[in-house]
Each structure stands twice: as C-alpha cells, then as structure tokens.
C-alpha cells in the first residue's frame, strides 16, 4: 500500500526485488562482469533513466540522467546528506570531510581547495612528483616484471603523504603506509567490530594512524607558534593550522577534528590516481594509435626542454592537449568512482521523479558515461573524441571528480600527477603488457594488477 501511495506521488518506478536482500545479487554478479553497467541498464530499458530498487541494505532511488544527478551534486538548501555502508560510516570519524555536512565541509572544503589550486602550491608539488616519478622510473630498468598496479602506488602515496603533512620518503612514511593500508581493508567489509574481525582490526590501525599524526601535528604547531604564525603553508595541515575561522568567529579548527581529517583525506586520494595512472597503461597498451601520438607530443617536450635547458613548469605538462584527452577518456572509461550516494533529509522532487525523505539516492556516473545518447560507441577508447568537446575538467555529461558541493578538491592535482607520469613513462621506456583484465566490484582495479616488461626507448626514438 505504501508503494502505491508513493508510486501515485511520483516515486519512481521499478523493484524492490526479494525480500531483505532486495536486488543486490544482480547488482554484485553484475559488477564482476566487464559490464557493470548493464545492472543500471536493464532496469533503465524497463522503467526509465530513474528508477527505485533495493541495494546493499537500503531501498534507494537510482539516477542515470545526468540533469537530476547534477541537481543531487548542487545539493542547494543541502537536502541531501551523504550516505555511506556501515562499515565506512564506522571507520571515519563523525567530523569527516567525507560524511560532515554544513558549515565545517563547506569551510573544510574551500580551505583545501583553494590551496591546492594555488600556483605556489602546484609549483611546488610538480618538483616532489617528477622526483618521486623519476626515482620509482629508474628502479622498473632492472626488473624483470612491473606490476604496474602496486609500484605506483609508491608514488602516488608519497605524493599524497607530503601534500598532506611533508613527510618525505623514509620509515615514517613506509610505517604510515602499513598502518594506512590496514585501516582502509576495512572500509568495505561486514561491520561486526568484535576482536579479531577485519572492522576491529581496521580500528586499531586508525588509532595508531591518529597517534602518529597527533604527534606531527602537535610539533607543527608549536612550531607554527615560534614563528608568529605568519608564513606561507606549505601543505594542507599549515592550512589546517593557520585558518582562524570566519572574520566573527576566530574559532580554530578543534586538534581532533584536524587530526582525523589529516587521515580522512588521504582516503579519496589513495587508490584513485593509481588507479587511473594504470588504467591509462592499460588502454594505451591496446590502442597502439593512441600511444604513438601521446608519444610524439610528448617527446617533443622533451626535446624543447633539452634543448632550452629549462626546468618543467606544471603549465607544461597541463597543456599537452592530446596527453589530456588520453586522460579525460581514461577517466571516463575507467568511472573509479561510479556514482556517489546521498539520503534525503526531506521530501525531494527533480524532474518530476520524488525522493522521499529518508531514502537513498545514487547518481550513477558510470552510466552516464556508458550511455550512447552521450557519446558514441560508449566502449571505444577514443581520446580524439574530446578534441570537439574541448579538454573536459567537468560537465553535466562528464563527472568523474563529482560536482557541486562536494566537486572533488583533488581534481587539479590528480590530472597534474596523472599528466607527469604519463610523460616520463612513455618517453622512458617502451613496454609490452600481459594479458589481464579490468574488475569492477567492490572497487576498480586490473585483476593481476597489470604486470608489464619494459625496455628502455633505443636513443634513435629519443
Ligand atoms: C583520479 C583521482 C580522483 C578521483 C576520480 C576522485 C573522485 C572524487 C569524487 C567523485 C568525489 C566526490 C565525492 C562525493 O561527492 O561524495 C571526490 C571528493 C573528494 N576528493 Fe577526490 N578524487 C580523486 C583524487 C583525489 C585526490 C588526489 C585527493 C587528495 C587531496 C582527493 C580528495 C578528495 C576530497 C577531500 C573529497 C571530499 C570533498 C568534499 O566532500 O567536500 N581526491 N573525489
């Protein structure tokens, strides 16, 4: 009855499948296909571009039209809150960046942004990626295989850790990255926190990841003290640390809430640009046309800078415009963050599809970016395709970082860190991939992790 009444009232149509588990097996046999999308598309077919169903728990509304999912992003009036598996709920702190809503993500929010878009900023951290790219690069000449997948990792971490708090390489940073990599084992699992289960085990490792942070951030402080807290910061915790809240208000940002969310954004961070970095491989290794022509724009950058003897700008590296249609399509293609889901605090209606408050509602981006109304032959890799388009950062039709809101402060620099590797791996080596394959479910990644061999390009090429 209650169906028919919200069904009357605009509810979307569709179904809740069994009971208690709803439809969730068709939506986890569908993410261990190559198709994961066609969950969402057999139920588009049947009732449309949103549709109700019944998920993981939770009866939730799904969108794959990208004008109500813009309207879900913008979140005016923030009628939407976001909406997170137990076990990610338990594992991140109340005041996370990821799960806060109001005033504190909003400030949270433009504070990160707006430093890790200044130019001092992506001045400096082009200097640490090309390092930590040509350090990790120069190691893969005596291996015998790369597995593409977890040796970047090395990189991006190290990226991660020194824009977050400047620790650089050395045992911190590799105790930092045991204990971070326990922690986020659990972000999806069975949320049963008793000793021995991973959630418990996720836990502990989250308390030793806070003492040690609490201990960096203490000393930051009292550094920050000495010297009249005056200076440009050099990294998201002097940002932390320095803002004094709004002009009325001069409240500091409370230790706690500063410490957990040091820890919290690393999680958006981590596996994402690895991710993308060797997804980008793994289509370039099968489109021989597309890695030429990235090769050839790529190398004539590299000529120009030998030739002038000058240092690389990180304008440099955004204006190769082939290397970043490659980067737009992987993006596109590889959706590592599928869709993003919210609950709705109160009674909702776009497009004349109802979300009653308390329901669920996921902005599938995946298929968005699989749907032919949007782009042609949604399964080809093709970077040319953006040459029309112009670069894309974000539109309604293309949003793998998000949007509104909570539009993905980390854009800019992931692009920055994406383009960098790209440059010095394909005008270093030449590689041949093995056979492997993309999965999808619980998160994107390859399935042997992309093992490859490289040989180092013959100086005839350079
Ligand atoms: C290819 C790499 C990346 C992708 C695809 C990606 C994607 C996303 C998406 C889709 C969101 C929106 C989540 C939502 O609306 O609930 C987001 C948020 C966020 N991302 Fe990224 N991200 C990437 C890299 C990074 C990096 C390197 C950082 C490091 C600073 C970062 C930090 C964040 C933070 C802090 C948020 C939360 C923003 C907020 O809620 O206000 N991301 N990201």
Redo the contacts with the bound molecule.
Sequence with gaps: VKNKIYERRGVPKGSSGWPLIGETLDFIACGYTSRPVSFMDKRKHLYGKVFKTHILGTPIIVSTDPDVNKVV?QNHGNTFI?AYPKSITELLGQNS??QTNGYL?KR??AL?GGF?RSPQFKARITKDIENSVKLTLACWKDMHVIHIQEEIRKITFEV?VK?LISIGPGGDLDNLKRDFEEFIKGLICVPIKLPGTRLYKSLKAKERLLKKVERIVQERKLSIEESDGNGTPNDALDVLLYDNGEPNEKQCLPMDFICGNIIE?MI??EE??P??MTLAIKFLSDSPVALKQLLVENLELKRQKADSGDDYGWTDYMSLSFTQNVISET?RLAN??NG?WRKAVKDVEIKGHLIPQGWCVLAS?ISVHMDEDNYEDPYEFNPWRWEKTGAAVNNTCF????GG???????E??RL??SIFLHHFVTTYGWIAEKDEIVSFPTVKMKRKLPIKVTPLSATVI
């Design positions: 992003l976001p960046i990821l993500q949270l929010h990160i890790l991660l824009m954004m958006p961070g994402t640009v991710t993308a993006l590592i963050i993003v981006f949003t793998p970082f998000g809101q909570r539009l993905c402060p980390g854009l620099l992931s860190e994406i």
